[in-house]
């Protein structure tokens, strides 16, 4: 079965309608062994925040060592999004083996009249994944309400009712109170409910958990089990104060808004009640660590600085309330709204709640559920002084606002997740360059798009040619399509069929050919102007002058480990006065940059705490400072990389893909490189298995979002080098199938770093320890020829002039 066949089964589902009750989810889990009776889970139920609850429960728990799953909705981009396990999406293996297995008994249930739906049966993949995954914890968010709630099908260790507000109440109740009661039903059998909720919300709730553990506000005369004060925005992100009986934390979290604080302080409690029962501890490093690390995409986010960008995926009235307040603690001119919502909810009094904008773009997102853009254009227009306008697409709609805005405006994009998530792609789409010099690998690029079995014979032989792979919404795959036809190329798109997920594309066709298709998107009706300034900078069309050595030419890194463990030259230079006479001779060499590492990250190596690291690497940083070479330093650390920064680094390589939360922010405030590094576990864990549907396109998808927290701090994207990340969770095949495919990572818009040396990897073309001067060699040759921007190498002299052989094949009389 193919992916897309998958996709289309279950999204087909929503045709069915819901129906009160867990039975037909009991069902479709009995059928699959009833994998939920072996699950540890957490259930987040709530108007408002339960989504960025269960993420800050998710991360907290990953940070005290527990492998978990989390389950959400909806989803932005695509349906893998929904089900992780330790911050990985669902596979494309997966999803296809949990289809084989349960399509004939949905079937034979749809032929009687009582198929799962689709959210039922999602919620039964998510349970399924797990106990095969075998998690330590399972936190799932509550779809509608909680009482009939599919994922109420699960016995929980810990739950919560995050906040309680007038919605969807046609199922739920005509008042708040009501629908509290519904969503308490969520509770543990025999522990307290965590709830922020108050006044007749937290009765309802109490009359029907009894016990809870109540999070209020400081400040407020409400007494609670524990206390949560909002300090305010400390650049991008929010400080948070926490304070129980016998703990108190003050700890950062990149979700903004006092509301967030109460979410923080109901996960608090989740954290507490679920590590109990699992028997583990939570340090307070971890509570800090993992609060701070729960990115959440779409609430309230900020995209940029100048004009200042938020994404919020506010729905209801209560959540634009919140909306406002939040933004109130930035400075800006005027208010630009581009708003999409569906078609159930309270418009007017969204908008009312929004009634500081100065213009408004009332857009569809791309769904059936959608709200008619007319229709909200009259709500604002009723409710607020601004001036209002429509547009068909929200691409379209945040494009022109852009444009429009002054730098030190707002744009602001809400109403709805649906219309963020369109409105995000502007910012995460990548468009992948790919190979296909015959007909057998054009063929495979192509089913590779998910495009059909049919499709891919009938156009593998117009594919073999210059390729480029993106994900696009429905109507703009098929203006795409038409476009290039019309100027001699050709399009292949995704044989997915629900109208409201995004397709993948694969465009083909000459560089004159995509240079007169950029032409053409520019300023056109459904919003790909953005993909033409993607195509132009993924094909070098109108490249800007260089600014750092891996803009002309593949630089060379030359690594200087101080460390006495490093897996090819521990201990070499670890004395200060051998360190700065290796770095003389890199620089002799022709070496461009030179990195100094101070910790090893060999499979298996004891972490170096941040003190004796910098013991090792600030003297070496400072010795080399009157060398004519960029100094970077390879730490995951923050500590570390300040007091390198301040020494003299240039730049900074962060092999944990920034895991430390401060270095992101660290890059920015000094405004140096930083490597991005895609690694499963740092240092690597032996013996890892990890799986990959695409090991380069799952490869580029993690680090998508990586990139995008460095860009959000305020990082360009010429500063932002990623780096694939050899050997680190990958097997051997995997590391030489992501050097064969380097140049597809330029779809990130970053520029690419090979880190290949000496590696465990060429025991693959038998090759031991001791024995890979040479294949370290040829796999610069490679990388170089690919398209690396930067080789980051030991034996300096000999990769030096391998990267010169293949410069002087591409500049010829240069």
């Known amino acids: 079965m193919n992916v897309h066949e998958a996709a289309n089964f279950l999204f087909d589902l929503q045709r069915f309608p819901s129906r009160p009750g ?39 728990l990953r940070e005290a060592g527990l492998d978990v799953g989390r389950y959400t909705s909806p989803h932005l981009d695509d349906l893998s999004e929904r089900i992780t396990v330790n911050g990985r999406q669902l596979s494309e293996r997966s999803l296809c083996a949990f289809v084989e297995r349960t399509q004939e008994y949905i079937v034979d249930r749809a032929a009687n009249g009582d198929a799962p739906t689709f959210f039922e049966t999602v919620t039964a993949l998510a349970l399924w994944e797990f106990e095969r995954q075998e998690v330590d914890v399972a936190v799932l968010e509550v779809g509608i309400g909680g009482k009939l709630d599919a994922t109420s099908v699960v016995d929980p260790l810990a739950s919560a009712v995050t906040a309680v507000t007038l919605e969807h109440t046609d199922l739920l109740g005509n008042d708040v109170e009501t629908i509290a009661r519904d969503m308490a039903h969520v509770a543990p059998a025999d522990r307290p409910l965590v709830t922020g909720a108050t006044g007749t919300a937290l009765a309802g709730i109490e009359d029907v958990a009894g016990e809870t553990t109540r999070v209020v506000e400081s400040g407020t005369d409400t007494a609670g089990s524990v206390t949560v004060d909002y300090g305010g925005r400390v650049g991008i992100e929010g400080a948070v104060s926490i304070e129980t009986d016998d703990r108190a934390l003050d700890v950062r979290v990149p979700l903004l808004g006092a509301h967030q604080a109460r979410n923080a302080g109901v996960a608090y409690g989740l954290v507490v009640q679920t590590a109990d029962a699992a028997g583990v501890s939570v340090s307070e490093e971890a509570f800090e660590r993992g609060f701070r690390n729960a990115h959440w995409p779409g609430r309230f986010e900020v995209m940029g600085h100048e004009p200042l960008v938020v994404l919020d995926g506010a729905h209801n009235p209560g959540g634009c309330t919140a909306l406002v307040e939040t933004l109130s603690s930035f400075e800006y001119d005027s208010l630009h709204l581009v708003f ?26 791309d769904t059936d559920r959608a709200a008619d853009n007319d229709a ?14 429509t547009r068909s697409d929200v691409a379209g709609g945040l494009a022109d606002t852009l444009a429009d805005a002054g730098e030190n405006d707002c744009v602001l ?10 409105a995000r792609t502007h ?51 098929q203006y795409l399509k038409e476009e290039l036809l019309s100027l001699g190329g050709e399009c292949a798109v995704s044989g997915l069929t629900h109208d409201e997920e995004k397709r993948d594309v694969v465009m083909m066709g000459t560089m004159a050919q995509f240079k007169r298709l950029c032409d053409k998107l520019d300023g056109q009706p459904y919003g790909l102007s953005p993909l033409a300034d993607q195509v132009r900078e993924t094909l070098g069309i109108g490249a800007e002058p260089p600014s750092y050595p891996w803009d002309r030419d593949t630089a060379v890194m030359g ?9 090819h030259d521990g201990g070499e230079y670890e004395a200060r006065e051998d360190a700065l006479e290796r770095a003389e001779e890199m620089v002799e060499a022709g070496v461009d940059i030179v990195d100094i590492g101070g910790e090893s990250t060999r499979p298996g190596a004891d972490p170096v705490p941040a003190a004796t690291e910098r013991e090792r690497v600030v003297p070496v940083v400072e010795a080399l400072t009157d060398l004519d070479v960029l100094v970077s330093v390879d730490t995951r650390k923050a500590s570390v990389a300040r007091a390198a920064l301040d020494a003299g680094a240039n730049i900074l390589n962060d092999v944990s893909g920034l895991e430390d939360p401060e270095m992101r922010l660290l890059a920015a405030e000094y405004d140096v490189p930083v490597v991005v590094m895609h690694s499963i576990n740092t240092p690597v864990e032996p013996d890892q298995d990890i799986h990959y549907d695409d090991v380069v396109e799952d490869v580029i998808e993690e680090l998508t979002e990586r990139v995008l927290l460095a860009e959000k701090a305020g990082l360009d994207r010429s500063q932002i080098i990623v780096d694939p990340g050899l050997g680190f969770g990958k097997t051997a095949a995997e590391s030489f199938e992501l050097l064969d495919r380097i140049e597809e990572f330029a779809g990130l818009g970053c520029p690419v770093l090979v880190g290949h040396s000496h590696k465990s990897m060429f025991g693959h073309v038998g090759r031991e320890d001791g024995e890979r001067y040479e294949p370290t060699i040829a796999a610069t040759a490679l990388a170089a020829d690919r398209g ?27």
Not at 33 to 39: F, R, T, Y
Not at 345 to 365: F, G, I, Q, S, W
Not at 788 to 814: F, Q, S
Request: aromatic share 2%; hydrophobic share 40%.
């Open 340 to 365: 999409g919502a569906m078609a159930d909810k309270r418009h007017r009094e969204m908008a009312a709640a929004l009634d500081d904008a100065d213009t408004v773009v009332a857009c569809e997102p």
């Open 413 to 422: 994009v809400t109403g709805s997740l649906y219309t963020v998530g369109e």
């Open 788 to 814: 690396a921007d930067i080789v980051r190498v030991h034996d300096v002299d000999a990769n030096v002039a391998a990267v010169d052989v293949v410069e002087a094949t591409r500049n010829g009389d240069d």
């Open 559 to 567: 690594i200087l480990n101080v460390t006495p463990d490093s897996f």
């Open 427 to 477: 910012w995460t789409r990548t468009t992948i360059p790919k190979r296909a010099e015959s007909v057998p690998a054009a063929r495979n690029v192509l089913e590779g798009a998910h495009v059909t079995e049919p499709g891919a014979w009938r156009m593998r032989g117009k594919a073999v040619h210059r390729l480029l792979k993106t994900r696009v919404q429905p109507r703009q795959a």
């Open 376 to 389: 909200l254009a009259q709500a604002f227009a009723a409710e607020t002084d601004a001036t209002v306008s």
């Open 22 to 60: 867990t039975d037909a989810t009991v069902a479709l889990l009995s059928e699959l062994g009833n994998p939920q009776e072996s699950l540890h889970c957490v259930q987040v139920a709530g108007s408002n925040g339960k989504g960025s609850t269960a993420r800050m429960t998710e991360s907290v």
